[in-house]
């Protein structure tokens, strides 16, 4: 992406004062935040909804324009990219978010988009049991599935467990801060900072010396949730961050886990109580979170997974699989919809495509089409 196009985003998000779907609103209807800069004194003619108060105060663009090129100075001398909505790179679960920010500043050699993604979460207190629990699921996971990028906070607790575990298992796994990427919290975490910028990466939504306010911590809950296929929590009080991370999740219709604890120990409640109320799927191991998103393993058929690259596809073959390289996991009665094939021809469509490794069934009755 041009760097102009960073530069006016990153002075957006100054200009709509951090409210991110103002800044998204603007730049999905003008097409950029380049486009927003050069509509600043006509925004009420470009978007009727607009209040007076935001069309006055888009006009001055004097000191955001000011910090974004600060901003530029320190991505260039830090290693830092900013990925823009309309980025390639930017990762793509979080942009069908309602409230994905239009930009995400990111150090590291992780690709965001990797075919599986998991958030693990939970509470700052975790015990030698939810220790051991990271650390066998993450190590049968590697064996299941040796692609997977691991996402979760960087903070103490089941956070950083899970960082450390992934790094151990040649898994690469992103932090994703709630502050600028000129600082790192806790400090105690920052050895395995560094390390997961060589095998991962660091990511947040706020530009440098920003401090780790509280509000930002549950701001940056939406994008560990946001860019993830399925939320996994272990060990959560009654109340707490990860809990938080799991409704915002389900929002987004993506799948969320919990381990069980010992009934009566206090960061277990959490866990239980989803479990108990049906907010999250109870999970004792890596098998059956597998077995439960329905992905691929490395015992499952050779031919799937050494698939053609160009198979011989039939006219309604081809239908289906451009409809999901359009928009891609949708679950059958929407793909019947979409292409005008009815539920039992489309069944049948469906499995020979499994059969030859173009789609994948999903959770929740949704179908994945292989890249």
């Known amino acids: 992406m041009q760097q102009e196009e960073i530069y006016y985003t990153v002075a957006l998000t100054r200009m709509t004062g951090f409210n991110q779907q103002t800044a998204l609103l603007l730049y999905r ?39 974004a090129a600060a901003e530029m100075e320190f991505m260039q001398k830090g290693g830092v990219r900013a990925l823009c909505l309309d980025d390639e790179d930017y990762p793509q679960r979080l942009r069908e978010c309602a409230d994905a920010p239009v930009v995400v500043f990111y150090k ?16 700052r207190h975790c015990t030698p049991y939810g220790q051991d629990l990271v650390r066998r699921f993450i190590s049968d996971l590697r064996r299941l599935c040796p692609q997977v990028l691991i996402v979760s906070g960087l903070a103490y607790g089941i956070d950083i467990c899970a960082h450390r575990n992934a790094l151990e298992q040649g898994y690469e796994t992103v932090g994703v801060l709630a502050h600028g990427l000129d600082q790192i919290y806790p400090p105690r975490h920052r050895d395995t900072a560094v390390e997961m910028v060589k095998n991962g990466g660091l990511l947040t939504e706020y530009m440098s010396q920003t401090e780790a306010l509280p509000n930002n911590f549950r701001q940056r809950n939406r994008i560990v949730a946001g860019m993830s296929d399925a939320t996994i929590l272990v060990e959560s009080a009654v109340k707490g961050g990860g809990l938080i991370t799991c409704r915002i999740a389900q929002e987004y219709g993506r799948d969320v886990f919990a381990f069980p604890g010992n009934v009566g120990q206090p960061y277990s409640e959490g866990c239980n109580l989803m479990i108990r109320n049906n907010t999250a799927a109870l999970i004792t191991s890596a098998e059956e979170f597998v077995e439960a998103m329905g992905w691929q393993t490395m015992t499952d058929r050779p031919e799937v997974i050494e698939r053609q690259l160009f198979p011989d ?29 009815s539920i039992g021809q489309l069944t049948a469509l469906l499995f020979s495509l499994e059969m030859k490794g173009v789609v994948r069934p999903m959770a929740g009755g949704t179908y994945h089409l292989l890249k």
């Open 108 to 123: 590291g050699t992780s690709d965001l988009n990797q075919q599986y993604v998991v958030d693990m979460v939970g509470t």
């Open 29 to 67: 209807t003008l097409g950029g935040g380049q486009a927003v800069y050069e509509h600043r004194n006509d925004i009420g003619d470009v978007m009727p909804e607009a209040t007076p108060r935001l069309r006055e105060s888009m006009k001055n663009w004097d000191d955001a324009l000011h910090r």
């Open 313 to 341: 596809l039939t006219e309604e073959e081809r239908r289906v699989v451009m409809l999901l390289q359009d928009t891609n996991d949708l679950q059958l009665n929407l793909i019947s919809v979409k292409t005008n094939i």
